[in-house]
């Protein structure tokens, strides 16, 4: 995870990595250059109560993102639109994430952090509300949207917000943390909505997360220190000037490829697995917790891939990907062809995304904070465009030319990470200053 260079009045801390075997995964070094530079420092200290409170909340969160994707058959008909309209509940909420994750530091201005925390878990809470008592489609929009600001201001300051929480050591098991909730909620949200939507139906799931988001704002708010904000440097959230960096500019359009090609797949499981593959509810449930479950597994395992070559699993994961939704076409009407399909699916995509962070931390090291808001933006934006396309190509077309476009997006990926890679390798980037500047020698 990124971890951008952290001041106070008391102690300057840097981070900088040390790369392993040419393009591979770095090492992540933390040091205390106050003491170097004579200046006495005091160990902050370390609120994990609050980095528990914030972990609950990501998992309701990425729950209340997600669980449309196991829900758009019911919810389609009970709204009585198709399921491409229900899906566009996520294009907008990632609309929104991204309009949020680019503005919210300007607009929070000086407000307390923790206010802001408590003012957006509040949001989810009423999002979840409105999208289970929508009384029509309009209605279920307007909770979606409430939800896409949520993800992009939390997701934009996660970071932040956790050195403000634990000592600089302790940031990333603090950021570990936040991403277990993460990937618990990847797990369990589908299927958990699948059978929770069967049970008292999807109204009910919904409505189901709205107890876990109030206790969360109720731990927050008890264990979460008092986190005024510092004067900014003027500029200094212009994330817009990191595309001067051909580096950037292309690992960014590579990594929004990817979500964009993913989701336009993702979104429409359900109605294929009920369509073509034929499958209740029950087995539904059963195949969207492979998929998690996979995911799980694949999120520990990239990290031996990584170190055999960043650039080289980033490429070659979108073009399994690819192959994937072509076999879907063909064999998707087989049920345990789709069981393994969509288990090997889960097992790489879900797993991509450390790597991409990866890939930041190490061409952005001394402006990972502004690299990761304009990460959240480009992933939401991506998330958004994906879901719409695909939507639009189901209604009209059918599955086939949806789950078509998604293999060639995630070529593209392929072939655009592929292009970053060799963009590193020639040093052609105005970022090596950069990095340079914010690096701390042993």
Not at 35 to 50: C, D, L, M, V
Not at 122 to 131: A, D, K, R, Y
Not at 306 to 335: D, E, H, N, Q, W
Not at 363 to 381: I, T
Request: with cysteine; charged share 10%; hydrophobic share 55%.
């Amino acid at each position: 995870m990124l971890i951008s260079r952290f001041l106070s009045k008391q102690m300057r801390w840097q981070i900088f990595f040390s790369v392993e075997h040419g393009e591979d995964v770095m090492t992540l070094n933390i040091s205390k250059s106050a003491k170097g530079a004579g200046i006495e420092t005091r160990e902050q200290p370390a609120y994990w109560s609050g980095v528990f409170a914030m972990t609950l909340c990501v998992f309701a969160l990425i729950a209340s993102e997600f669980m449309p994707v196991s829900l758009l058959s019911p919810i389609a008909t009970d709204l009585k639109v198709s399921e491409g309209w229900v899906g566009y509940g996520i294009a907008i909420s990632g609309a929104f994430a991204v309009l949020t994750s680019l503005s919210i530091s300007s607009l929070a201005g000086s407000m307390n952090r923790k206010n802001l925390l408590l003012l957006l878990t509040g949001l989810m809470c009423i999002s979840g509300l409105i999208v289970g008592l929508a009384p029509n489609y309009v209605i279920y929009m307007i909770g979606r949207a409430l939800i896409g600001v949520v993800i992009g201001g939390f997701w934009s300051m996660s970071v932040a917000v956790a050195m403000r929480l634990v000592p600089a050591h302790s940031v990333p098991k603090a950021m570990a943390i936040f991403n277990g909730g993460n990937a618990l909620a990847t797990v369990v949200a589908a299927p958990l909505g699948s059978y929770l939507g069967g049970i008292m139906g999807w109204r009910g799931a919904f409505l189901c997360l709205v107890p876990v988001g109030l206790i969360a704002l109720a731990w927050q708010w008890l264990s979460l220190p008092n986190m005024q904000t510092e004067q900014r440097k003027a500029g200094s959230g212009y994330v817009f000037r990191l595309f001067k960096s051909r580096l950037v500019t292309l690992g960014m359009l590579g990594v929004g490829a990817f979500f964009m090609g993913q989701f336009a797949l993702y979104t429409y499981l359900r109605p294929f697995l009920e369509t073509v593959t034929r499958v209740d509810v029950t087995r539904l449930s059963l195949v969207l917790l492979v998929i998690g479950i996979a995911g799980f597994v694949g999120t520990t395992l990239i990290g031996t891939f990584l170190k055999m070559g960043m650039y080289r699993t980033l490429a070659v994961i979108p073009v399994l990907m690819a192959c994937i939704a072509l076999a879907l076409i063909a064999f998707g009407g087989s049920v345990a062809a789709a069981f393994v399909l969509l288990g090997l699916w889960g097992l790489v995509a879900t797993a991509a995304p450390v790597g991409w962070w990866s890939w930041l931390a190490k061409s952005l090291p001394d402006d990972a904070e502004s690299g990761g808001g304009l990460m959240v933006a480009v992933v939401q934006l991506s998330i958004a465009l994906g879901s719409t396309t695909g939507g639009m190509l189901f209604d009209t077309v059918g599955y086939r030319s949806t789950f078509a476009l998604s293999a060639i997006i995630l070529l593209i990926a392929a072939g655009l990470t592929w292009l970053t890679f060799l963009t590193s390798r020639s040093g052609s980037t105005d970022h090596n200053e950069i990095a340079q500047t914010g690096a701390v020698t042993q």
